[in-house]
């Protein structure tokens, strides 16, 4: 796993980092003299075994230790999530052993990804409620009260339909129409409340639509970037549940990890805000079949959209201004719509 993540990064000296030791000063977070090694950081992730955690986890093992990073969830752990490392068994809605688990382990920083997201969200409302909001609450209180950072990310369905789409800069009108959405918003407002309140370090990033090569969406409206690559592979056919005129904010896992690692390490006070949006680039169905095709010049796809995601997608930021990430912590994203497809094309080859 560590291989692959060098092979992304061109990481060759994945080196020990501290947060609390960087130094404030810097301008350049890249450099070597930005961080101090040998120190450790213990982290916990929740909800691990989706989309992000395990790619996030393993990268997070190479910096800070293997033993350090412990992965969470409620489903059973795959065997390869079992080789890489610490898991340990939490639903997240049991406060009193999310609690135990923070105390036991000295837990420095809590990267909560358990979520029901955008589609799903829609036919499990009362499920989505438990998980996207009060299980915030309940992080939020056991991070206050051991001074632990929190990480929470949130998305582009913080913002609805009312919302300028093209661009959506991160201070604009939020009034998302999907239970998800309105749980975001909610969660990015507790999160700041309590940065203000009590001085948590409470850090979120508004993702796009995230496309992995090594694991599977879990009910969103961006899904469809992903799962096409596995179905032309396999049957050289798809049908596109969005529009093909469906412009959307996406962006590759590699980056999505790379720049959540670096926004979580820059010092606090160099930081403006406590959520920032997060992007890389944005296309659509037809643009990333376009960019598909010359590897797979037979590929039929064709558009049928869903009723409930194609609503979603319409009120969603096509192109979302993240100009303040790159701004105040040097956020810069390295795969483009190519380069992506071009990983992600050598992967599903690689599976046949
Ligand atoms: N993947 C994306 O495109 C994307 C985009 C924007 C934001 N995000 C956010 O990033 C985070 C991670 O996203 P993801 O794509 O990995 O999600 P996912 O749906 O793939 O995974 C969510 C995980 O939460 C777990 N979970 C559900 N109920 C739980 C409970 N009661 N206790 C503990 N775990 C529980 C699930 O088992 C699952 O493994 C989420 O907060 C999501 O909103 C993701
Ligand atoms: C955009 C994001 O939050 C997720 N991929 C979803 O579609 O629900």
Same mark, same amino acid.
């Given at each position: 796993?560590?291989?692959?993540?060098?092979?992304y990064?061109?990481?060759?000296?994945?080196?020990?980092?501290?947060v609390?030791t960087?130094?404030?000063?810097?301008?350049?977070?890249n450099?070597?003299? =930005?961080?101090?090694?040998n120190?450790?950081?213990?982290v916990?992730?929740?909800?691990?075994l989706?989309?992000?955690?395990?790619?996030?986890?393993?990268?997070?093992?190479?910096?800070?230790g293997?033993?350090?990073?412990?992965l969470?969830?409620?489903?059973?752990?795959?065997?390869?999530?079992?080789?890489?490392?610490?898991f340990?068994?939490l639903?997240?809605?049991?406060?009193?052993?999310?609690?135990?688990l923070v105390?036991?382990?000295?837990?420095?920083?809590?990267?909560?990804? &358990?979520a029901?997201?955008s589609?799903?969200?829609? &036919?499990?409302?009362q499920?989505?409620?438990?998980?996207n909001?009060?299980s915030?609450? &309940?992080?939020?209180?056991i991070? %206050?009260?051991?001074?632990?950072?929190?990480?929470?990310?949130s998305?582009?369905?913080?913002?609805? #339909?009312?919302?300028?789409?093209?661009?959506?800069?991160d201070f604009?009108?939020?009034?998302p129409?999907?239970?998800y959405?309105?749980?975001?918003?909610?969660?990015?407002?507790?999160?700041?409340?309590?940065a203000?309140?009590?001085?948590?370090?409470? %850090?979120s990033?508004?993702y796009?639509? *995230? *496309?992995? #090569?090594?694991?599977?969406?879990?009910?969103?409206?961006?899904d469809?970037?992903?799962?096409?690559f596995?179905?032309?592979a396999?049957?050289?056919?798809?049908?596109?549940?969005?529009?093909?005129? #469906?412009?959307?904010?996406?962006?590759?896992?590699?980056?999505?990890?790379?720049?959540?690692?670096?926004f979580?390490e820059?010092? %606090?006070?160099?930081?403006?805000?406590?959520?920032y949006?997060?992007?890389?680039v &944005?296309?659509?169905?037809?643009?990333l079949?376009?960019?598909?095709?010359?590897?797979?010049?037979q590929?039929e796809?064709?558009y049928?959209? =869903?009723?409930?995601?194609?609503?979603?997608?319409?009120?969603?930021?096509?192109?979302?201004? =993240?100009?303040?990430?790159?701004?105040?912590w040097?956020?810069n994203?390295?795969?483009g719509?190519?380069?992506m497809v071009?990983? @992600?094309?050598?992967?599903?080859k690689? @599976?046949?």
């Amino acid at each position: 796993m560590l291989t692959k993540f060098a092979r992304y990064f061109n990481l060759t000296n994945l080196s020990r980092i501290s947060v609390r030791t960087l130094p404030c000063s810097s301008s350049n977070l890249n450099s070597k003299a =930005d961080y101090t090694t040998n120190v450790q950081k213990n982290v916990l992730i929740t909800g691990g075994l989706g989309q992000l955690g395990l790619d996030f986890a393993n990268f997070l093992r190479g910096r800070y230790g293997r033993d350090n990073i412990l992965l969470t969830d409620i489903k059973q752990p795959t065997e390869e999530a079992l080789k890489s490392g610490r898991f340990e068994h939490l639903d997240v809605l049991d406060a009193r052993r999310f609690e135990a688990l923070v105390v036991e382990n000295r837990i420095d920083l809590v990267i909560h990804f &358990s979520a029901i997201l955008s589609a799903l969200g829609e &036919s499990n409302v009362q499920k989505a409620i438990d998980i996207n909001i009060h299980s915030v609450h &309940s992080v939020l209180e056991i991070c %206050r009260k051991h001074k632990v950072q929190l990480y929470c990310p949130s998305s582009i369905a913080a913002f609805g #339909s009312t919302a300028p789409r093209n661009p959506t800069p991160d201070f604009t009108v939020q009034r998302p129409r999907t239970i998800y959405g309105v749980s975001k918003v909610h969660m990015e407002l507790m999160g700041e409340y309590y940065a203000e309140k009590y001085g948590l370090d409470f %850090r979120s990033l508004r993702y796009p639509g *995230i *496309i992995s #090569s090594d694991s599977m969406p879990g009910g969103g409206t961006t899904d469809y970037a992903v799962h096409i690559f596995y179905e032309i592979a396999a049957r050289n056919k798809y049908s596109c549940f969005l529009r093909e005129d #469906s412009t959307l904010p996406m962006m590759f896992l590699p980056d999505c990890v790379r720049g959540t690692v670096k926004f979580l390490e820059t010092p %606090r006070e160099k930081l403006k805000q406590y959520t920032y949006n997060l992007t890389a680039v &944005s296309f659509n169905p037809k643009q990333l079949v376009d960019a598909m095709r010359p590897h797979f010049p037979q590929m039929e796809v064709t558009y049928e959209p =869903d009723p409930v995601k194609q609503t979603i997608a319409d009120t969603w930021p096509q192109v979302f201004d =993240d100009s303040n990430a790159r701004r105040d912590w040097g956020w810069n994203h390295k795969f483009g719509l190519e380069d992506m497809v071009q990983v @992600m094309v050598d992967k599903v080859k690689s @599976m046949k």
